[in-house]
């Protein structure tokens, strides 16, 4: 059962702009906070951003701060991240996920997309 589905990824040029969604179900989307990972080939999964379901107060990666936005959409059951000034190391797998906790720790998140590629080239 696919409770979370990120769209949005591709190829773009340093500078550019492209814009992440996640489709949550129901259920998922009821959790406290919504987040934002990336995981680069030989790198750990890290946060880049985050938001309360409620009140949507939102927080940044410092490497991202200034150049992404986090956004969400409660009447789709939808988040997104919309990415500017986009950098070559900004390369990733991005994940979304949803959880109970707000933080930038991976282990407060208990679902999570599949994933899309972001590729930025110099």
């Known amino acids: 059962q696919v409770q979370l589905a990120e769209s949005g990824g591709g190829s773009v040029q340093a500078g550019g702009s492209l814009r992440l969604s996640c489709a949550a179900s129901?259920?998922?989307?009821?959790?406290?906070?919504m987040g934002w990972f990336r995981q680069a080939p030989g790198k750990e999964r890290e946060g880049v951003a985050r938001i309360y379901l409620y009140g949507g107060t939102s927080y940044y990666a410092d490497s991202v701060k200034g150049r992404f936005t986090v956004s969400r959409d409660n009447a789709k059951n939808t988040w997104h991240l919309q990415m500017s000034s986009l950098k070559p190391e900004d390369t990733a797998m991005y994940y979304c996920a949803a959880g109970p906790r707000c933080t930038f720790n991976p282990s407060s998140y208990n679902y999570w997309g599949q994933g899309t590629q972001v590729t930025v080239s110099s």
């Open positions: 129901r259920y998922a989307y009821s959790s406290n906070c």
